[in-house]
């Protein structure tokens, strides 16, 4: 049973950091690409960033690039989403997701485990 279990949201000044934490649980997460989308109110979800199976290649959409990494740690199985320099445009709930397949990707349509999802706030 695939689980993916988000963390560290919350709310923060702008310019701030927050990291955020993603434990998965039901297979390894060495297995699959592990991405991360936001969405806000009315507005589609989004993906942020992403990181494929053997570290070397990550995606990251361009309104965090130079802001945001994305980085596991294979044996806690755990995918972190580091923060910085954050806008209020980056206030959304933010999701967990694990892709159906390696390599990395962005498309939604790749990914069909997602997390409960947790808050990030910029006031």
């Known amino acids: 049973h695939v689980q993916l279990v988000e963390s560290g949201g919350g709310t923060v000044q702008a310019g701030g950091s927050v990291r955020l934490s993603c434990g998965v649980s039901?297979?390894?997460?060495?297995?699959?690409?592990i991405g991360w989308f936001r969405q806000t109110p009315g507005r589609e979800r989004e993906a942020v960033a992403a990181?494929?199976?053997?570290?070397?290649?990550?995606y990251y959409a361009e309104t965090v690039k130079g802001r945001f990494t994305i980085s596991r740690d294979n044996a806690k199985n755990t995918v972190y989403l580091q923060m910085n320099s954050l806008k209020s445009e980056d206030t959304a709930v933010h999701y967990c997701?694990?892709?159906?397949?390696?390599?990395?990707?962005?498309?939604?349509?790749?990914?069909?485990?997602w997390g409960q999802g947790t808050q990030v706030t910029v006031s």
């Open positions: 990181i494929d199976t053997d570290d070397r290649a990550t």
């Open positions: 997701v694990r892709a159906l397949r390696t390599g990395v990707t962005a498309n939604l349509a790749d990914f069909g485990y």
């Open positions: 039901g297979y390894s997460s060495q297995d699959y690409c």
